[in-house]
């Protein structure tokens, strides 16, 4: 089985900062590579963040050098740490976990997605 937790949404100024969380309960495998996206009104969904199993990590354009993802292996725990908010990060953000099963096979779960709103 696997559940994901996600934490932390809310509304904020411009400016301001939010942290993300995302705990995962994972009973039929091993974690691989965890991420963040997120979807805004009107928009397809797209990837805010990723981080690897060997803390690789990769951001959208749009949030480098203000969103910071990490992870916390012992918690299967993924964190999403967003400074300097834009109006235009306003979106339902969604945890995403890649999961290799025991019988050797990977698969994507979801979180059910926290909201962010960022006010002008």
């Known amino acids: 089985q696997v559940q994901l937790v996600e934490s932390g949404g809310g509304l904020v100024q411009a400016g301001g900062s939010l942290r993300l969380s995302c705990a995962a309960s994972?009973?039929?495998?091993?974690?691989?590579?965890m991420a963040w996206y997120r979807r805004a009104p009107g928009k397809q969904r797209e990837l805010v963040a990723l981080i690897t199993i060997g803390d690789s990590t990769n951001y959208a354009d749009s949030v480098k050098g203000r969103f910071t993802i990490s992870r916390e292996n012992a918690k299967n725990t993924v964190y999403l740490q967003m400074d300097s908010l834009k109006p235009e990060d306003t979106a339902v953000y969604y945890c995403?976990?890649?999961?290799?099963?025991?019988?050797?096979?990977?698969?994507?779960?979801w979180g059910q997605g926290t909201q962010v709103t960022v006010s002008s």
């Open positions: 994972v009973t039929i495998g091993m974690i691989n590579t």
């Open positions: 995403n976990i890649n999961v290799r099963r025991f019988s050797g096979f990977t698969a994507d779960y």
